[in-house]
């Protein structure tokens, strides 16, 4: 019997020209549906189960093809817009995102609303077709650069904090929008403050209906928790957006020799399992000690086990699957750093060029510097147990304002107007 990896591969083989270009075998993907076939077939996919998807990428990969674009826009937009949006919405913005030619970022967080989301202070005032943001998001992955963003704003400040809020489809290339780098430990600029000073959107790209975005942000977090727990096929990528440099790249420059050839000694390059490669390492280094063995079968079995795990949050079915992978990610980073620290010995110290040129080139460095991440972003650890705790445990909420209290009586909130931000009293 054919499977859908083997359909998938079949269809790639007969189609795929390394001398295209990546925005070419985008288009080529979507026009077979294989771009995100997840998703519904009346938005543009197959209507596939997460498994599914899984199965038809591994036959994209065993045809050594470039993957389709990736990122935020796929991950969480797509998916948000294909369950809630109209299927005029679902024409403009799908496309786009899946052929690669407009890219995404989330909106979502705020400074003093980071983990109780619902407290969202942004405001979003409506004078006819047009909607006026003012504001400012923090930890925005991505931002510069991007075309859109996953905004959820305050909508309505007399409706209690999780009613009166708007998922909107906000244009991020307009004058009313600073986008301020946050420069990590790493070096690099990943997160961003996102500033909007009487920026404007469209009544049209309100996604789900006015006031209900509360419940499209759930669908959103809930797309974003299973693909951060993992379980996913990787594919050699390329960067997507209007600001691209890699559309008008050959799709070959991109291929799946190049993807496990490049960077060698490096354990995405050689693609085994982060804790084999650490052993590989501690021998040639001769630190393979027994008990530095113990630790690194326990980074293998934490390894497999969330593999297992995010296998079963693509299929959807296990409440809070999603939630407890995404606990186990930010703990398998700290492993990674630990163990990886041990199988290097004194190497770990180094970094920049010295790192580069020393065991595992730079690798572990990097993973140690970044480790404290993935306990943020996506929800941190501790947003994480509340859910599991409260929706899926059962046990006692947080003591917490009578749920029908509007947003504008709760205690001490900050009001945008403008460039100032006001305390907001009223109701104490």
């Known amino acids: 019997m054919t499977t859908i990896r083997d ?8 189609n795929w020209d390394p001398e295209m270009t990546v925005a070419q075998w985008w288009e080529c993907l979507f026009e077979a549906r294989y771009c995100l076939p997840s998703l519904p077939e009346e938005a543009f996919g197959r209507g596939y189960s997460r498994q599914e998807e899984n199965e038809s990428r591994h036959g994209l990969r065993d045809a050594g093809t470039l993957g389709p674009a990736v990122g935020i826009s796929t991950m969480m937009a797509a998916p948000t817009i294909a369950a809630h949006g109209t299927p005029e919405q679902i024409e403009r913005y799908i496309p786009p995102m899946l052929t ?4 995404w970022c989330q909106l979502f967080s705020e400074p003093g609303a980071g983990s109780d ?11 006819g077709d047009i909607w006026t943001i003012n504001g400012q998001k923090v930890w925005t992955s991505l931002a510069a650069g991007t ?9 309505d400040r007399d409706k209690p904090k999780h009613a009166g809020i708007t998922w909107f489809a906000f244009p991020m290339r307009q004058a009313g929008v600073d986008i301020r780098p946050l420069v990590e430990m790493t070096g690099q600029a990943f997160f961003n403050e996102v500033f909007m000073d009487d920026a404007v959107v469209g009544h049209d790209a309100v996604i789900g209906a006015v006031n209900d975005g509360w419940r499209v942000a759930n669908t959103t977090l809930m797309h974003e928790r299973a693909s951060l727990a993992g379980s996913g096929v990787m594919l050699p990528f390329a960067s997507a957006g209007r600001d691209s440099p890699d559309l008008d790249k050959p799709a070959g420059s991109f291929s799946y020799y ?15 399992p982060t804790a084999v490669w650490y052993h590989q390492i501690s021998t040639e280094l001769g630190l393979a000690t027994a008990e530095r063995l113990d630790v690194r079968m326990r980074l293998y079995i934490s390894e497999e086990v969330n593999r297992m795990l995010g296998l079963r949050a693509r299929q959807g079915t296990v409440p809070a699957v999603g939630n407890l992978g995404k606990l186990a990610m930010s703990e398998i980073a700290r492993m990674r750093r630990e163990v990886g620290n041990q199988s290097i010995g004194a190497a770990g110290m180094l970094s920049g060029a010295d790192a580069n040129a020393g065991p595992g080139k730079g690798d572990i460095q990097r993973k140690t510097l970044h480790s404290p991440a993935p306990a943020i972003y996506g929800g941190t650890d501790q947003v994480q147990r509340n859910i599991i705790g409260e929706r899926f445990l059962g046990l006692p909420k947080e003591p917490a304002p009578p749920p029908d209290t509007p947003f504008k009586g709760l205690w001490g909130v900050n009001v945008w107007r403008g460039r100032r931000k006001e305390r907001w009293y009223e109701g104490g």
């Open 147 to 155: 075309d859109y963003g996953m905004l959820i704003a305050r909508s």
């Open 100 to 103: 690669g030619q407009e890219s």
């Open 117 to 127: 989301l619902a407290g969202l202070q942004t405001s979003a005032s409506r004078d």
């Open 258 to 272: 190049r993807f496990e050839t490049r960077n060698s000694g490096s354990n995405e390059a050689k693609r085994l």
């Open 7 to 14: 359909q998938a591969r079949s269809w790639a083989e007969a």
